[in-house]
Nanobody, 120 residues
Framework: QVQLVESGGDLVQAGGSLRLTCAVD????????MAWYRQAPGKQREYVASITDDDSSNYSGFVQGRFIIFRDNAKKSMYLQMNNLIPGDTAVYYCKAHYSSTAGWAKDFWGQGILVTVSS
């Protein structure tokens, strides 16, 4: 049983910053990668950023250097530092963890999502 819990969502003015946290209730040693997705009302859930178990990161093009993804295994947490926020960043943000095993078991776990609202 793995549980992901997002925190740090808030209402912020354009140009401000937020840091989202994804806390992992489970063993992080089996995580191949973790990622952030987001979904605005009426839109499909979209990829934001990801980080592998060896700290290799990847970002969606709309980030344009504004976001930073990082993790701290000792704290069993993964983070998304969001800088210079714009109204288009308004969405529910979801944490994802991809687990796999040598026995062939693989599973994606998702958090329940947390709302980020950026006002103009």
């Amino acid at each position: 049983q793995v549980q992901l819990v997002e925190s740090g969502g808030d209402l912020v003015q354009a140009g401000g910053s937020l840091r989202l946290t994804c806390a992992v209730d489970g063993n992080m040693d089996n995580i191949d990668y973790m990622a952030w997705y987001r979904q605005a009302p009426g839109k499909q859930r979209e990829y934001v950023a990801s980080i592998t178990d060896d700290d290799s990161s990847n970002y969606s093009g709309f980030v344009q250097g504004r976001f930073i993804i990082f993790r701290d295994n000792a704290k069993k947490s993964m983070y998304l530092q969001m800088n210079n926020l714009i109204p288009g960043d308004t969405a529910v943000y979801y944490c994802k963890a991809h687990y796999s095993s040598t026995a062939g078991w693989a599973k994606d776990f998702w958090g329940q999502g947390i709302l980020v609202t950026v006002s103009s």
